[in-house]
């Protein structure tokens, strides 16, 4: 036993050098791409933190799968790589936790035809511009409008934090006017148009990605914002249209944990997945605008509790973490901060346990490439592509290929206070965070 422990321990310190000891690959970076390269298609719908780089996934998918195959991603947060699978000629699947993740992927993943479009959202925007227009000229209660439009106000306090009364009324009239939209499709598009103009119709700092009050901004009209919002999203859907609307393909949006797919055994060839980061319950903080407006939660607390890794879900494990070196880095972070350091442990075996759903999933040599980076966390480095690859390989994986990327740039915050470690500007900050990242593909075997 102590023979096959020291193996084990050699093995695990072999993994962590190979892992860390990659050059970096600069084919990778995509540096030379602007925004107008990267949001092609529906691909800026909606703002997201940390999404792919659309050209990223295709290249992942060209490279590891064939016309006609499933790829998957159990988080696909905004769909990237659900519209590249789509684009590239392949079945896709996609899943998330966070409602708001499955509005964004559903709209971007539905290509509508255009004038038809055009038609509905004209008619929409006459509807709405009357109705705000009245009301600011006292011609409507609060409840019912001349047009017998019952409008909906979420009751929840929070709503008053964050937004004045003037566009909280016009949010209000806005998305009853959606609601009254009978086409499925069209009302998926209207609501995530609503949802990205939440944060700019708010008092949300807008360069910032935590929940930040900003005094002194100017905060945007909301009709204003959903006219531009719609108008941006009626091209994007056109050109959409042009690639897929004459087309057949196939495309699920699913709402169920990465851990629960819904889809056969040994059925996929390739998952393509960039999963969240240790702390990813924050998504939960970011997207709580969207959540309470839309009647996703009514306690963030709630909200937060759902997602991967949350420090509300206890001290308890049902299992044991496969990697060792995951189980040193909770210990170390033990030490220091113990409500931390369960959140880390509940990380780490929740996507254990979404590896023996990929394992579950992918066909005999088919592939799982994720893209992960290492993080810090209380002083603590925190070795996910390491971990990952530990955990993978005792699941029924082998490593068929390992990337080091250089991220140019990325939706999130790259600077961290070396004593705190929390984000700040770059102008305040010692050190640089996430300046590159992995991609893993793994084989199953």
């Known amino acids: 036993m102590g023979t096959i422990m020291l193996r084990n321990s050699y093995r695990y310190s072999q993994i962590t050098r190979s892992v860390q000891s990659h050059e970096l690959n600069d084919s990778w970076s995509f540096k030379e791409l602007g925004r107008v390269q990267t949001s092609y298609l529906t691909h800026d719908y909606h703002r997201y933190p940390?999404?792919?780089?659309?050209?990223?996934?295709?290249?992942?998918?060209?490279?590891?799968?064939?016309?006609?195959?499933?790829?998957?991603?159990p988080f696909m947060g905004s769909g990237t790589a659900l519209v590249e699978a789509i684009v590239n000629e392949r079945r896709a699947y996609g899943t998330d936790i966070n409602p708001?993740?499955?509005?964004?992927?559903?709209?971007k993943?539905?290509?509508?035809?255009?004038?038809?479009?055009?038609?509905?959202?004209?008619?929409?925007?006459?509807?709405?511009?009357?109705?705000?227009?009245?009301?600011?000229?006292?011609?409507?209660?609060?409840?019912?409008?001349?047009?017998?439009?019952?409008i909906a106000m979420p009751d929840n306090a929070r709503l008053e934090y964050w937004f004045p009364q003037k566009q909280k009324t016009d949010l209000a009239i806005i998305l009853s006017r959606i609601n009254t939209i009978e086409d499925q499709k069209v009302r998926v598009f209207l609501l995530c148009a609503f949802s990205n103009i939440l944060k700019a119709c708010s008092r949300w700092m807008m360069k910032s990605v935590k929940p930040t009050i900003d005094k002194n901004k100017v905060i945007a009209d909301a009709y204003k914002s959903f006219l531009f919002q719609t108008r941006r999203m009626i091209i994007k859907n056109e050109e959409f249209w042009k690639v897929l609307g004459s087309k057949e393909f196939d495309c699920v949006v699913d709402n169920v944990d990465a851990h629960k797919m819904r889809i056969n055994d040994n059925s996929a060839t390739l998952i393509v997945t960039s999963p969240p980061y240790v702390t990813s319950y924050e998504y939960a903080d970011l997207h709580q605008l969207t959540a309470i407006w839309l009647g996703y939660t009514d306690k963030l607390s709630e909200f937060r509790s759902k997602f991967i890794g949350s420090i509300q879900k206890g001290n308890h494990l049902s299992g044991e973490l496969y990697s060792k070196l995951a189980r040193k880095t909770v210990t170390e972070l033990r030490q220091i901060d113990k409500r931390e350091a369960n959140g880390v442990a509940h990380y780490f075996f929740e996507m254990q346990l979404c590896f023996q759903e990929i394992h579950r999933v992918l066909k005999y040599g088919g592939r799982a490439s994720i893209v992960i980076g290492d993080t810090d966390l209380k002083k603590v480095r925190i070795h996910n592509a390491e971990v990952f690859v530990q955990t993978m390989e005792k699941i029924g994986f082998k490593v068929y290929q390992i990337i080091k990327r250089p991220i140019p740039s990325k939706i999130l915050p790259l600077t961290r206070d070396q004593k705190t470690g929390r984000f700040v500007s770059t102008s305040k900050a010692d050190r640089m965070a996430y300046t590159f990242e992995y991609i893993l593909t793994m084989v199953k075997i």
């Open 50 to 73: 940390a999404k792919f780089i659309p050209q990223l996934t295709a290249r992942l998918i060209k490279e590891n799968s064939l016309l006609g195959d499933l790829v998957c991603d």
């Open 100 to 107: 708001v993740a499955v509005l964004i992927s559903k709209a």
């Open 109 to 150: 993943t539905t290509p509508i035809e255009p004038a038809f479009l055009k038609a509905k959202i004209s008619t929409l925007l006459g509807e709405i511009k009357s109705d705000i227009g009245a009301k600011h000229h006292g011609q409507l209660s609060l409840l019912v409008s001349s047009s017998h439009l019952d």
